[in-house]
Structure formats: C-alpha cells, structure tokens
Antibody
Framework: QVEIIQSGAEVRKPGASVRVSCKVSGHTLSQLSMHWVRQAPGKGLEWMGGFDPEDVERSFTQRFQGRVTVTEDTSTDTIYLDLTSLRLDDTAVYYC???????????WGQGTAVTVSA | DIQMTQSPSSLSASVGDTVTITCRSSQSISIYLNWYQQKPGKAPKLLIHSASSLQSGVPSRFRGSGSGTDFTLTISSLQPEDFATYYCQHSDSTPWTFGQGTKVDIK
C-alpha cells in the first residue's frame, strides 16, 4: 500500500513561485511513476504532467512547460513540484498521484491548496 | 492531444438504480481508459483501470467496458456512498487528459 502525504496550503502573489512536496511511503519513488493533477475551484481535474513509462521520461502539458520543475529526493522518497511565474488562474488544489503497475493513477495525496491572490 | 468527452455532465438517481456514464475519446486509445470517483473536498479514487479492470477493494457493482473510442461506466444498485463526481481519463499517450466529469446526485 502506498501513502502520499503532501505539504500544506500556500498563498502567493502573482509572479511568485511555489513548491509543493509529496512524501511517499510503502514504496520507494523509484518503484513509482509520479504524476501531478490540479483542480481549480469548482472545476474538473487537469493532468499537468508526469512520468510516462512508455517514453521513459517526464513530461508536462504545454501550458506548464518552462514554468515547472520536478525534483526528487530519493533519500527521503519525497518529490517536489516547483511552479514559477504564478498567475491568478493557477489557484487550485494540486495533487500528486502514483502509478504502480498499470497506466492509471492508483494512489493520491490529500491535495495542496495553492491560492494566488494580489 | 486526445480529447475526452463524458456524458451526461450530471444525472439524478435514486438508491438502488442502475446508472450509466459514457466517455468518448477523440481517437482510439485501445483500453487505456481509467475511471475515478471524487467526493467533495477529497482526492479522486481509482475505480477502474484498463477500461474494465476493477481496482482492488472497489465494490463489484462498478463495471467498466469498452475499447477503442467508446467506454462506459455502469454502477448497479446505486448506494448512498456512490453519490459523487466521476471522471474518465485516458493514458494512451501524454498528455493523460480527463473527461469533464459527471456528477451523480440524489433524485
């Protein structure tokens, strides 16, 4: 069983950056394919990016390219998402999720609310 | 990018009903289709992977079917805890896009 614990809520001004962390237990990061999904208030789910086992690389959708960086600390099985140049419409709950065996998001963190407000 | 279209966007049903949600992809995705359930304020939960495989621990009243471009999630004998929003998502190729969601509420 995989458990994912995310960092707490953040408030930022437009143009600032934010870091969201996800600590994994039950598996090591190297055994998982980690993905990021966000949900704006009252809206649906948006896949931001993740590790595609077919391509053997991590990719993000075009709207996040150039603004997002993902780093991993394998000593603590923690993965970090850094999002820069924040805009008002980046206000959302950000989820990290793990794919284990199949091409599906099997385990989810509890979500991190990021509010971008002037 | 592959687009996912769910229908209906919402439906009302009673406990004990059978409900069906459909999901259509803009191009063939084989069986790379997953279904998730989300309740308010909670993270999504995987119900079905690979179009028709029930995730461990998910009740058998949830059934997924389909391949190619057309998929269905059927919930038999709806229970009070099933009132939620359901999303399909493809994983054929990146980006792994979601459908817009179907909210199932109590009639």
């Amino acid at each position: 069983q995989v458990e994912i614990i995310q960092s707490g809520a953040e408030v930022r001004k437009p143009g600032a950056s934010v870091r969201v962390s996800c600590k994994v237990s039950g598996h090591t990061l190297s055994q998982l394919s980690m993905h990021w999904v966000r949900q704006a208030p009252g809206k649906g789910l948006e896949w931001m990016g993740g590790f595609d086992p077919e391509d053997v690389e991590r990719s993000f959708t075009q709207r996040f390219q150039g603004r997002v960086t993902v780093t991993e600390d394998t000593s603590t099985d923690t993965i970090y998402l850094d999002l820069t140049s924040l805009r008002l419409d980046d206000t959302a709950v950000y989820y990290c999720a793990a794919a284990v065996l199949y091409r599906s998001l099997d385990y989810w963190g509890q979500g991190t609310a990021v509010t971008v407000s002037a | 990018d592959i687009q996912m279209t769910q229908s209906p966007s919402s439906l009302s049903a009673s406990v004990g009903d059978t409900v069906t949600i459909t999901c259509r992809s803009s191009q063939s995705i084989s069986i790379y289709l997953n279904w998730y359930q989300q309740k308010p304020g909670k993270a999504p939960k995987l119900l079905i992977h690979s179009a028709s495989s029930l995730q461990s621990g998910v009740p058998s009243r949830f059934r997924g079917s389909g391949s190619g471009t057309d998929f269905t999630l059927t919930i038999s004998s709806l229970q009070p805890e099933d009132f939620a929003t359901y999303y399909c998502q493809h994983s054929d190729s990146t980006p792994w896009t979601f459908g817009q969601g179907t909210k199932v509420d109590i009639k």
